[in-house]
């Protein structure tokens, strides 16, 4: 039996899904954690959060890294641990520190730290070639205004430290990019207390469809287990709606975003111990790296690949943290398409009706969640603010998105938020 640490985690399906395949692979973990609150708020009322079923929970600040490897290390010293994981991508770099310190299995501590700063991903893969937006990094507003204007409207203002679309905007124009770069300033820790770089990353807007190339890194070889599509709303945000596994694409199209998510791993280091999701931009131009993610898929995509494949990316991703080759055999599910579709709330208020009754037992369904009626919502800004998904698949083609769009569109016709 082995010995994990999981260093924080989301709250949201991975954090579920780790532990899961944790303990069906046969071993155990102890779970690190600066604030208990922060998960016990997010178990559904009367039961506990899977993390906190771990064989010990122990508070630490997992903020201050340079603190916390000396701790580390004094309880590696007592439990002995195999391997370090986490799901969440603000603690990325600090569990690759903590396995580079202790001797664990894992990537490069730098190729974790560069492929989770967006601002690093530019630089690194600009100097290796690998096609991507034109782009500049500022942090004083005369330098973006010049920038923006040398790149050429329309582009994306991005924080170079943030997840999930947060403030991830398109702007059209100086007075949009003053109310962006306001917004950014006025942000200046995110949701786990981590101070934030003030830096903002500037990118030329891509034309095209985005998809995301899902990647297992095993001894030096990149092993590709699909390309998932993406649908996007929420503008001048870039929220994502809905994703379906694998992509309806062409033959030429998967094989340029494979390889060119190839390329940018190979230039990031991410070659050896990783799960990664790299978002790709088909582009008139061709392929376009978006974002270099060197852990598992969220919004479920891991559960859309599973449902299709039969692989199970959590547990290839805690097999990996303990230096062990993951199991990458397809199986036949039965399904030949999944696909996955957000409820995304439009406007602020109090959500009075909210009817998927039925939903459960429609064909194809795979799982459904929904918001129950009370709960306060706001417009979506990024993808934390859904308010439920509706998950199916097809077992004849590529049917499974819209099978998807069908049901939701009958759940947003009984959606009233006051």
Not at 149 to 178: F, S, T
Request: glycine share 10%; proline share 6%.
């Amino acid at each position: 039996m082995a010995h994990l640490l999981v260093v924080e985690s989301w709250v949201g399906s991975m954090s579920r899904l780790l532990p899961r395949a944790i303990r069906e692979g046969g071993h155990e973990f102890t779970f690190l954690t600066r604030d208990l609150h922060h998960y016990l708020r997010s178990a559904p009322e009367g039961t506990a959060h899977p993390l906190l079923g771990a064989r010990n929970v122990i508070t630490a600040d997992t903020n201050d890294t340079e603190a916390l490897l000396p701790e580390v290390e004094r309880l590696h010293a007592v439990f002995g641990f195999d391997g370090a994981i986490t799901s969440c991508d603000y603690y990325l770099p600090t569990v690759a520190r903590i396995t580079g310190h202790l001797g664990l299995p894992g990537p490069p501590p730098e190729a974790v730290h560069d492929a989770c700063r967006k601002d690093a991903t530019r630089r690194v893969l600009a100097e290796a070639g690998v096609p991507g937006p034109r782009f500049a990094v500022h942090e004083e507003w005369a330098d973006i205004a010049r920038a923006a204007r040398e790149i050429g409207y329309p582009l994306v203002v991005k924080p170079v430290d943030l997840c999930a679309g947060m403030y991830v905007r398109r702007v059209d124009d100086e007075p949009q990019l003053a109310a962006a770069f306001s917004a950014l300033a006025d942000f200046p820790v995110n949701a786990r207390g981590q101070r934030r770089t003030p830096a903002i990353l500037l990118e030329e807007l891509l034309d095209g469809p985005e998809v995301s190339v899902e990647t297992v890194s095993h001894g030096g070889a990149v092993h590709v287990v699909g390309v998932t599509d993406k649908s996007v709303g929420g503008a001048p945000a870039f929220i994502e709606t809905g994703h379906m596994f694998p992509a309806a694409l062409t033959v030429v199209d998967t094989e340029a975003a494979e390889q060119t998510a190839l390329g940018a791993l190979k230039a990031l280091g991410l070659t050896d111990g990783v799960v990664a999701h790299t978002e790709i931009k088909l582009t008139s131009a061709g392929p376009r790296v978006v974002e270099v993610n060197p852990r598992p898929a969220g919004n479920r995509i891991t559960e859309l690949v599973r449902h299709v494949t039969g692989i199970d990316l959590a547990a290839a991703c805690a097999d990996l943290a303990l230096g062990r080759a993951p199991d990458l055999r397809r199986t036949d599910t039965g399904l030949r398409s999944a696909a996955i579709g957000f409820l995304v709330p439009e406007r602020t208020g109090t959500l009075t009706s909210l009817d998927g009754a039925g939903l459960r037992d429609a064909p194809g369904v795979l799982e459904t969640q929904l918001a129950e009626p009370g709960r306060q919502v706001k417009a979506a800004g990024s993808n934390n603010e859904y308010l439920g998904h509706v998950m199916a698949g097809d077992p004849t083609g590529a049917g499974a998105r819209d099978r998807v769009e069908a049901l939701l569109a009958e759940v947003r016709s009984g959606l009233v938020i006051q």
